[in-house]
């Protein structure tokens, strides 16, 4: 069974959207990542980015790039779940999908005020940053939560798992 949520876009009707709200004043905040498993530590992450505007859009790796990004094993969760699961959470206003391993085509066309990433980034790292700032956006090293990721969670399920 599928369920609509009108807070998952496609990229083409997202952009459209977004420059009307930021016509109206509002700064659109935007982050990326995997989001396999959802944990504490994505929680707190999102709800700190939200802070940092008006509007939080947070774009996922399709499944294929994730499994570039991360190996075949991984997502352990498909694409259109963990977009749902995201778009759940309050903190959350809209989610959008993306196919490529950096997010440099999708905020180029997004066009962010602040783009977040997590506190395990340092800014002269992000590949994205220049794109940010060219169109006039910052990008914002958030925050971490030490212990608190997926392949964190991932060791304690196996080490569970072996020792059961």
Known sequence: M???IPKI???KELTT???DIKKQGNVVVTTNGCFDVLH???LRYLQAAKKLGDILVVAVNSDESVRQLKGQNRPLVPQDERAEMLAGLECVDYVVIFPELTPI???SK???NIHVKGGDYKLEQLVERDVVEENGGRVVVGINVPGKSTTNLIEVICKQYNSS
Request: aromatic residues 6%; hydrophobic residues 40%; without cysteine.
């Open 2 to 4: 599928t369920i609509e």
């Open 9 to 11: 876009y496609q990229l």
């Open 17 to 19: 959207h977004l420059d």
């Open 40 to 42: 504490l530590g994505h």
């Open 105 to 107: 085509k999708l905020l």
């Open 110 to 112: 997004l066009k962010p």
